[in-house]
């Protein structure tokens, strides 16, 4: 069978201070296949990954690449065996071109002048080849994500890559960009190239591979195939235990209307409008998702609502009074509690401790101020018991927040706001990159304090996570609210209309 | 929904960046011919001491500009350019050579080049503190060991280019002078040529940008990050040998004057180009030798305010003036590697 292996590794195992990230790993590739690894975050993915692309050397554990065994010191030895590698994060130049970024550390020169010429028509000659259009003279920071990611795997073959690692390549994707992703990796396989794909997105594992490799903890739980295996089987041996993967809630019990926005009018970055006329109301005891993919307004709707961007018309109320312009605080002090869209930028303070991050909104206030003091019993006490309650696992409160895996990080966040028993919650993509079992804990926290009566505003581009949780779905489309939906009434095709812009009036 | 991007025609980038600049130039270029018409001598005299007192500002500059575009803010021109000056009008008095004199203030440049390299590559101390470690130390050592009354054997003297020297206006200015100056110009248009049409030019501004992006490429950002600060630390030097070889010919204490200082407000005013810099040394090297001139013309201001002309320059155009420059992205940034 060994002719047929594009990539072996034996025994790999790899330790942090206090972590042992990979523990014995085996893994194997096919010539031609799409090979899935899963986990959590922090089951030892990323870290297997870039072992494998030079970045991290590992401890123990042998390479094969084509059934010779190889060593892979740095980068540029994996970039010589043939492996290219997509990061999670893009690594490109955003003020360089396309053709720039793509040739860099492997430059073709005409004496000393680089010779730009002959790199478009190599990068237009690979674009025609694998199907995937790029122009080589965009500036790259002037592309969407979707496209970006294109120049990386451009990037890579134009290292004639044999192996492509894929690291959580969806992450960034709208639905329709994802698709076309797809397309591009069963194109690159038909052509020899064979691609590791690395994601915690059950679906869409099991759309595109040909084998899965689970990890947990440092291991490998197992191999197995598509036709072998189903969502709740792949979560299972993700987490260990089964999962529910359908949010168990019962019946809203809606009550007054507590938060309402009458005709929002908002502007971008860019001074248009993208928020344009929005008005819903949200009750005590019901979840109220907003619908939409990416970029509809979603974010400046948010932003609005908890003051951080001006209000251009129209009007947001709380219990019938008007909430002041950019007045952050107002908000908080009338029981909001706020699940941001991007917990590493607005939700947590990376480098402070997880105890402090515990106490960030109500930091001014007794228990946790003593006069102008901190009260640090306080703070610590109250950290220790949140810790505890929602599961965050962290080697102590004082381990600063950024050290934390996202799901621990987004569980602080989760405790803090939620531990104050808000009357009103705006979660805003609150599962985001998270794995299943994260996805489950947050979401069972966030049916339980609607059951408290909370008013509970969601905002998710995931159409899984809106119809399982939602009990009324807004769906947002340019900044305006198209259709007002309940899940058991619409299937998930559907809403994807809706949010792709097709009228409701067509649709339903 | 975002869609492939047309990006605006060639031209027009080039003159949303750069119109300010030219429009500048179009208008101190009438300026200057409607004054050589009235008074050929002294707008020949005004120009020419323009270029010289641009040389070593367009060679800080330069100096800068390496440094920053591989992200290593280099706060300490000053200092090399101070040291470089000094220990090459010393060998100068010790061996009577002008050129050697030059290698050692050229190598002195380096030398501190790489201490800043090395505080701020390999130690990754904070980058503006490395810098002031350089200005302090070659304050302090020129300081300490300098000698009054000691004199170089010579100075760089003027080679006029033959025929090109006579072109009426253009000649004096650009075609009869002393051998740095030249050697500046070219290194403007080297440099220029190294930094966006080499692969060291696409190295050095991608490790500038987003070092993690080189590594993965297999590009060595610390070496990067050394080559270029070295480089950029004997361009500095030579700037300093300048100072004392060819426009002086003593050394002074402290005669560096602010220059390394405002090298960077015209690296920044030149927007982190060579050519760019270049135009901006002008404009300050005008600045200086205008002030030279208004002393003369006996205008009844005193000499004082018109000493602070460039300082003010230097103050409008740090205060960003003159539009938004966006320096490399992760410049300042010590790179850690995982």
């Known amino acids: 069978m060994s002719e047929t292996l594009a990539l072996e590794v034996r025994n790999i195992t790899k330790r942090f201070p206090g972590v042992l990230a990979n523990d014995r790993v085996n893994f194997t590739l096919h010539k031609g296949e799409i090979h899935s690894l899963l986990g959590e975050n922090g089951a030892g993915k990323s870290t297997l990954m870039n072992i494998i692309y030079g970045l991290y050397s590992p401890d123990e554990g042998e390479f094969f690449i084509d059934g010779q065994r190889v060593e892979i010191k740095n980068p540029h030895d994996a970039i010589t065996r043939g492996i290219g590698m997509v990061h999670q994060h893009f690594m490109l130049v955003p003020v360089f071109t396309v053709a720039e970024n793509i040739i860099l550390g492997s430059e073709v020169t005409r004496g000393f002048t680089l010779d730009m010429t002959r790199a478009r028509k190599e990068i237009r000659a690979l674009s025609q080849e694998y199907g995937l259009e790029v122009d080589p003279d965009a500036v790259v920071e002037d592309l969407p994500v979707g496209i970006q990611q294109r120049v990386e795997i451009v990037k890579a073959l134009y290292r004639q890559a044999k192996i492509l690692v894929l690291d959580e390549p969806t992450a960034v994707l709208t639905p329709q960009e994802a698709e076309d992703l797809f397309r591009i990796m069963r194109h690159l396989t038909e052509r020899g190239v064979s691609i590791i794909f690395i994601s915690h997105k059950l679906k869409e594992v099991l759309e595109i591979s040909d084998r899965i490799t689970v990890m947990r903890r440092g291991k490998v739980v197992g191999t197995t195939t598509p ?69 509809n307004g979603q974010t400046e709707l948010a932003e609005a609502i908890t003051g951080l961007r001006r209000v251009e018309g129209g009007a947001i109320t709380v219990d019938g009074a008007p909430v002041p312009d950019r007045d952050p605080r107002f908000l908080f002090e009338r029981g909001m509690g706020h699940i941001p869209e991007d917990r590493q930028k607005h939700g947590l303070v990376l480098p402070y401790p997880v105890a402090d991050n515990l106490a960030l909104v109500a930091y001014y206030k007794p228990p946790f101020a003593d006069g102008i003091q901190r009260n640090d019993a306080a703070i610590m006490e109250n950290a220790v018991r949140l810790i505890d309650e929602y599961d965050i696992r962290t080697p102590g409160p004082l381990v600063p927040a950024g050290n934390l895996s996202g799901g621990n990080q987004q569980k602080v966040i989760v405790a803090r706001e939620l531990s104050r028993h808000p009357r009103f919650l705006l979660a805003n993509q609150p599962t985001r990159g998270l794995d299943v079992g994260s996805i489950e804990y947050i979401h069972k926290q966030m049916v339980a304090a609607r059951d408290n009566g909370a008013a509970v505003l969601l905002i998710s581009a995931e159409l899984d996570e809106v119809m399982s949780l939602a009990d009324r779905i807004a769906v947002i489309f340019h900044g305006q609210i198209v259709a007002v939906v309940k899940p058991g009434e619409v299937t998930k095709e559907q809403l994807g209309l809706m949010m792709a812009g097709t009228p409701a009036e067509e649709v339903l | 929904m975002q869609t492939t991007l047309e990006s605006p025609p060639a031209w027009k980038v080039y003159l949303s960046r750069w119109g300010w600049g030219l429009g500048t130039a179009l208008v101190l270029l009438v300026l200057v011919l409607w004054n050589y018409a009235q008074n050929p001598t002294s707008t020949e005299a005004v120009l020419a001491s323009t270029v010289r007192q641009s040389t070593p500002l367009v060679l800080g500059a330069l100096c800068g500009l390496w440094g920053e575009r591989a992200a290593v803010i280099n706060i300490g021109i000053e200092g090399q350019m101070l040291l470089a000056a000094f220990i090459g009008f010393l060998v100068n008095v010790w061996t009577g050579n002008l050129f050697l004199a030059v290698v050692a203030g050229v190598l002195t440049g380096a030398v501190l080049g790489a201490l800043l390299a090395f505080m701020s590559v390999t130690l990754k101390i904070d980058q503006i503190i490395g810098g002031t470690v350089i200005n302090i130390l070659a304050l302090g050592l020129t300081g300490y060991f300098y000698q009054q009354g000691l004199t170089t054997h010579g100075k760089l003297q003027a080679i006029p280019l033959g025929a090109l020297a006579k072109i009426p206006l253009i000649g004096p200015v650009f075609f009869d002078n002393p051998p740095i100056t030249y050697l500046t110009i070219l290194l403007v248009f080297f440099s220029h040529y190294l930094l966006f049409y080499t692969r060291w030019g696409l190295r050095t501004r991608a490790v500038g940008e987003h070092p993690r992006a080189a590594d993965t490429l297999g590009v060595d950002v610390y070496l990067m990050r050394y080559a270029n600060v070295i480089f950029g630390g004997a361009i500095a030097g030579l700037a300093g040998a300048f100072l004392t070889l060819e426009a002086v010919g003593s050394f002074e204490r402290a005669m560096t004057n602010g220059r390394g200082f405002v090298a960077l407000a015209v690296m920044i005013f030149g927007k982190w180009t060579p050519l760019g810099s270049w135009g901006a040394a002008l404009l300050f090297g005008f600045a200086t030798a205008m002030q030279t001139q208004l002393q003369f013309a006996g205008l009844n201001i005193p000499h004082q305010f018109i000493g602070m002309l460039p300082y003010l320059l230097t103050i409008i155009v740090l205060a960003g003036f003159v539009g938004r420059a966006r320096p490399p992205a992760a410049d300042g940034v010590p790179y850690e590697k995982e």
Do not use: C, N, W, Y
């Open chain 1, 227 to 295: 036709a072998e295996t189903d969502e709740s089987g792949l979560a299972a041996m993700m987490v260990g235990r089964q999962v529910v993967l359908q949010v168990e809630k019962g019946p809203a019990h809606p009550a007054e209307p507590v938060f309402a926005v009458r005709d929002l009018r908002v502007l971008d970055e860019r001074k248009l409008e993208a928020v344009r006329g929005v008005s819903f109301q949200v009750h005590a005891g019901e979840i109220l998702g907003i619908a939409g993919v990416q970029g």
